[in-house]
C-alpha cells in the first residue's frame, strides 16, 4: 500500500527520533569537530543548521566513517566526500535558503551576500538540515534532509550537455551518481538518499586506474 506524504513523513520523524542524535547548529563552533570525533553509534543523525562552515568538518567525519568501517579506501572515500559535500550544500543553499543555482551567474558577490541575508531572515533561519548515517559491514548509507520546499529532479538540465559545460552549477547530481552506487530523491525531491556497497580492493584498484587511464 502507498502511503501519503504526510504518513511516509511521520515515519521518517519516528525513525529520526529512535537515532543517536548530535545537534551542530547549537554546538559552540570550536566544540563541533570534538563532538563529531567522539560520535560512537554505527547509525546516528547529524542536525546542522545554515551556516557553511560546518559542511567540512561534517564531511570529513562521514568520508571517514566510509573508510573506517572498511566500506572503502582512501580514494574512494575522498571521492565520496566530494559527493556529499554536493548533497549538504545543495540542502542548505537551494534547499532550506531557496537561493537558486542561477544565482551564482551574476557578477560580483551576490550568491554569498544572499546567503548571509537569508541565514538571518526569519522566513529560512529556523530551517534545518538532518544527515542520518547508516554504516553496516556491506554497504554505508547517508540521508540528507532539507526543510526547503524540494524540487523536481527530472526537470534539471543534463549537465553533460554542450550548453551546459561551462555553468558554474548543475554537476552536483551527476558527482553524486558518479561516486555514490545508488542514489535517490523522495517524492518531494527534499531528501536525497546516498548509498555505497562496500569496496574490494580489486574492484578499487580497477576504478582508480580506469579514472587515471582517462
Do not use: W
Not at 529520526?16 to 563541533?32: H, K, N, T
Not at 546516498?194 to 587511464?213: E, H, P, R
Amino acid at each position: 500500500m502507498l502511503l501519503s506524504h504526510q504518513q511516509q513523513l511521520a515515519l521518517e520523524q519516528i525513525e529520526e527520533l529512535r537515532l543517536p542524535q548530535l545537534d551542530l547548529s547549537v554546538c559552540p563552533a570550536d566544540q563541533r569537530e570534538e563532538c563529531l570525533s567522539e560520535l560512537v553509534p554505527a547509525d546516528f543523525m547529524l542536525i546542522l543548521g545554515n551556516d557553511l562552515r560546518v559542511v567540512p568538518l561534517v564531511i570529513d567525519a562521514l568520508a571517514g566513517r566510509f573508510r573506517d568501517s572498511g566500506l572503502c579506501g582512501e580514494k574512494v572515500a575522498d571521492r565520496l566526500a566530494v559527493a556529499m559535500e554536493e548533497a549538504l550544500v545543495n540542502a542548505i543553499v537551494h534547499g532550506n535558503l531557496e537561493i537558486s543555482s542561477h544565482v551564482r551567474e551574476q557578477p560580483g558577490n551576490v550568491y554569498e551576500k544572499m546567503i548571509l541575508a537569508r541565514r538571518l531572515d526569519p522566513r529560512f533561519r529556523k530551517r534545518r538540515v538532518r544527515v542520518i548515517g547508516r554504516y553496516g559491514l556491506r554497504e554505508g548509507t547517508v540521508i540528507v534532509r532539507d526543510e526547503g520546499p524540494g524540487f523536481d529532479v527530472t526537470s534539471l538540465p543534463d549537465p553533460t550537455d554542450a550548453e551546459n559545460l561551462c555553468r558554474a552549477y548543475g554537476r552536483g547530481i551527476l558527482l553524486m551518481r558518479a561516486f555514490f552506487d545508488d542514489v535517490t530523491y523522495s517524492p518531494q525531491g527534499n531528501t536525497v538518499t546516498l548509498v555505497k556497497q562496500k569496496t574490494s580492493v580489486s574492484s578499487a584498484s580497477a576504478t582508480g586506474s580506469s579514472l587515471v587511464a582517462h
